[in-house]
């Protein structure tokens, strides 16, 4: 098996990629990568010295690709499927590119901000930092949920590169400020995305990792 993908299975970003594998039963093997271990993180810093997960390892290539957008582009290319991820059309692709930097970006990103200072310890929290993320990801999710309206799918008419990004960051989006009643279009479009099999099977490897999860 050529494939190894770098990551841990709680892990948003990594869930972004995994979707893309399941979605094409693309054949790959699990590395799991434990930041909290110094050999893990050295071993995965000698990998990718920027460290973020995850990181795709094509053996049969010789090639390292880092970046969740990156690597959907490689499988895209080099690993096609049933589902292509990024259309051929430049107007549409444009659009995917699009909606997976919003979802990355400004769902993602502020997300994170939110959970991880939940995890700092007193006298050394952000709450300023926590107000300005959940001020920019209710923006997002307030444009995010308008132009969901009437629509099954963030860019073209079937799942794509931006539904990729769009599951993990929702998911977890819904767990620091949750989407039923204030964006209802966005609810249903997550309820869509766990029914999807590969999301399904990406949360049911999560969820022995859940407890890890702060809630507060």
Known sequence: MSLVFHGHPLASFCWKVQVALYENETPFSWKVV?????????????????????????????????????????????????????????????????????????????????????????????PQGVEEARTLLATALAYLDRHMHGKAWLAGEGLGLADCAAAPALYYADKVMPLAGA????????????????????????EPYFQYFPTE
């Not at 096609?80 to 990103?109: H, I, K, S, T």
């Open 34 to 126: 434990d930041l909290g271990d110094p050999d893990s993180r050295a071993d995965f810093a000698a990998l990718w010295p920027i460290a973020k997960m995850p990181v795709l390892v094509d053996e049969a290539r010789g090639e390292v690709v880092p970046e969740t957008g990156i690597i959907i582009d490689y499988l895209d290319l080099h690993y096609p499927g049933r589902v292509r991820f990024v259309p051929e059309d430049p107007d549409l692709a444009r659009a995917a590119r699009f909606w997976d930097r919003v979802c990355d970006n400004y769902l993602q990103l502020p997300m994170q901000k939110i959970v991880l200072d939940r995890l700092r310890p007193e006298g050394r929290k952000d």
């Open 183 to 206: 964006f209802p279009n966005a609810a249903l479009y997550l309820e869509r995305l766990k029914g999807r099999p590969s999301f399904a099977r990406v949360l049911a490897e999560a």
